[in-house]
C-alpha cells in the first residue's frame, strides 16, 4: 500500500494538509499559504540558533522541574538536528511574514516537536508525546525567544564570518603600511596637490578606519550579550518558572561560549531593538570607511597613463568590450557597491527600529534579514578584495616620483625660511611660468639653488 502523500495537522483554526515527508506542522504551513512573498528565507545561521535557543530552554524547564527527563532527551535530540543543519529543509518560511517572527519560532516548534515524536516511534502530527506549544515552547513567547535568536544569529555570523575577514584586512593594510613605509608621495586635498606623505602613511590611515570600525562593530556586539529571553510576551515573564531567565542564559552560555546574560530590562528589549541597530550602525561606519578605502585606491591607481597611476593593480580581467587592453578597478568597485547596499540595509534597519509600537517592535525579521546581509556581504566582499587586489597591489615608483617632484606644495617646506608671503610668490610665478619651484625661486632671487635644495627636501617633509 502506498503512503498517503499528505497529513492531517491541526491548530486553532482548524485542519490543514502537510506533506507527509515535513516536520513541521499546521501554523507553518498557513505561513506557507499565506506569505508567498518574495525569495527570501532565513540564513542557515539562523535555524542554527532556533535549535540552540530551543535547547537551552529545555534545559532550563528541566533544570527547573517543569519539563521532564523523558521528554526533555527527545528535544535535545531532536535540537542538535536542527542547530548542526540536518533539517534546514523543514525551515522554508520567507522573511517577510509577521513582525513578530512568530511563525518561524512556530516553525522550529512544530519541526522539533514532530522529528521528537518520531524518534519516540510516535505519529506525525499526534502532539504526542511532545507538544510544540507546551513542551517545545514551555517558558517562551515568540517575543523573547525571537529575539534571542537575533542576537544569537547577528554574534554568530560576527564571530565566524565577518570579523575573520575583517582582521585579514586590517593585517594586509598594516603590513602594507610597513612595505611603503619609505615611498614618499605626494599628499592631496580637495582632490588638489598638498604637502608629501609616504604611501605607508597613507595605507596606515586606511588600517586605522578599519581598527575604529572593527573596535566599534565588537561594542556594540558585547551589548548584544543581553536577551530577553524569559520575559515571555511583554517582559512581565508570566508562564516561566522564577530563575528561567538566569537558568536559560547560563545554558546558552554553555552551549556556545557566548557570555549572555538576562537583559535588565525586558520590556524594552521586546518592545524595541536598540541594540540591534547599534549593530547595523556600527556595520555601516565600516561599510562608509570602506567605501572611502576603495574610492582611494581606485584613484590612486587610475590611468594608467592618463590618471594618477601611483598604484598598479592587479589585472584580473579585461574591462572593456569594445576597448582592447583596457583593465579597470573592478575589485574596488564591487566593494564600493556592497558598502553601498550595507548603507541602504541600514536605512531599512533604522526605519524598523523605529516602528516599536508600545509593547512590541514588529518589524523583527526584517531587521534581523538586513544586518545579516549586510554581515555576509561585507564577508565576501573582504575575502574577495584582500585576494584578487590587495595581495597583488604595489606602487609606480615612476608615477610617484614624477608627480612628488612636480608639486608646487613642495613650496609649503620654505614657510619658516621666507615666510608665507614670499613662498606663496614663488609658487604662482612657477604656475604662471611652467617652471620648477627650484627655478622660479632663483629667477625671483629669493633663494639660491643650494639653499632651495637644502630646505626643500621631500622626504623631510612626512614628519613634524
Known amino acids: 500500500m502506498t503512503q498517503p502523500h499528505f497529513r492531517t495537522e491541526f491548530d486553532s483554526l482548524g485542519a490543514i494538509q502537510v506533506a507527509h515527508d515535513k516536520y513541521w506542522g499546521a501554523q507553518t504551513q498557513r505561513s506557507l499559504q ?6 527570501d528565507t532565513f540564513a542557515a545561521t539562523v535555524i542554527r540558533a532556533l535549535g540552540i535557543v530551543k535547547q537551552a530552554a529545555a534545559r532550563a524547564n528541566h533544570a527547573l522541574g517543569v519539563l521532564p527527563a523523558d521528554k526533555l532527551a527527545l528535544i535535545d535530540q531532536a535540537c542538535e538536528e536542527v ?12 522573511v517577510w511574514q509577521t513582525g513578530s517572527g512568530t511563525q518561524t519560532n512556530m516553525n522550529a516548534n512544530e519541526v522539533i516537536a514532530n522529528r521528537a ?5 510516535g505519529t506525525l502530527g499526534s502532539k504526542t508525546p511532545i507538544h510544540p506549544n507546551d513542551d517545545v515552547n514551555k517558558s517562551q513567547s515568540s517575543n523573547d525567544s525571537f529575539p534571542t535568536v537575533m542576537h544569537l544569529a547577528i554574534i554568530s555570523d560576527w564571530q565566524t564570518q565577518l570579523e575573520p575577514a575583517l582582521k585579514t584586512m586590517q593585517h594586509c593594510f598594516a603590513a602594507q603600511a610597513k612595505e611603503f613605509a619609505t615611498v614618499v608621495k605626494i599628499g592631496r586635498t580637495h582632490l588638489m596637490d598638498a604637502t608629501p606623505i609616504t604611501l605607508g602613511q597613507e595605507f596606515s590611515a ?14 556594540a556586539m558585547t551589548n548584544l550579550h543581553q536577551i530577553p529571553l524569559g520575559g515571555t510576551a511583554v517582559g512581565t515573564g508570566i508562564n516561566s518558572p522564577p530563575g528561567f531567565d538566569q537558568s536559560v542564559a547560563a545554558e546558552l552560555k554553555r552551549i556556545t561560549g557566548i557570555a549572555f546574560t538576562p537583559a535588565t530590562n525586558k520590556f524594552s528589549q521586546i518592545a524595541a531593538h536598540d541594540l540591534i541597530v547599534q549593530v547595523s550602525g556600527a556595520l555601516k561606519m565600516l561599510a562608509v570607511a570602506t567605501l572611502k578605502i576603495a574610492n582611494d585606491i581606485r584613484l590612486l591607481a587610475s590611468g594608467p597613463r592618463c590618471g594618477l597611476g601611483e598604484l598598479q593593480l592587479p589585472a584580473n580581467e579585461p574591462g572593456s568590450s569594445i576597448m582592447p587592453g583596457k583593465v579597470n578597478p573592478t575589485q574596488c568597485e564591487a566593494l564600493a557597491m556592497i558598502c553601498a547596499q550595507v548603507i541602504g540595509n541600514d536605512a531599512a534597519v533604522s526605519i524598523a527600529g523605529s516602528h516599536g509600537h508600545l509593547q512590541l517592535n514588529t518589524f523583527k525579521p526584517v531587521m534581523l534579514h538586513n544586518v545579516l546581509g549586510a554581515m555576509q556581504l561585507l564577508t565576501d566582499a573582504f575575502n574577495s578584495f584582500e585576494r584578487h587586489c590587495l595581495r597583488g597591489l604595489s606602487p609606480n615608483h615612476t608615477a610617484i616620483t614624477a608627480h612628488l617632484n612636480n608639486s608646487l606644495m613642495l613650496i609649503t617646506a620654505l614657510n619658516p625660511i621666507i615666510g608665507y608671503d614670499k613662498a606663496a610668490q614663488i609658487a ?8 620648477t ?3 622660479a625661486a632663483t629667477k625671483l632671487g629669493i633663494l639660491s639653488a643650494e639653499d632651495f635644495d637644502t ?4 622626504q623631510n617633509m612626512t614628519s613634524p
Open 117 to 121: 515524536i518520531e524518534l519516540a516511534h
Open 206 to 219: 586606511f588600517h586605522a578606519q578599519l581598527n575604529a570600525a572593527h573596535r566599534t562593530i565588537t561594542q
Open 83 to 94: 542547530s548542526s543543519g540536518k533539517l534546514n529543509a523543514h525551515f522554508p518560511l520567507s
Open 34 to 39: 499565506n506569505f508567498a512573498i518574495g525569495k
Open 437 to 439: 619651484l627650484r627655478t
Open 428 to 435: 604662482k610665478h612657477a604656475h604662471d611660468h611652467n617652471l
Open 455 to 458: 630646505h626643500v627636501q621631500p
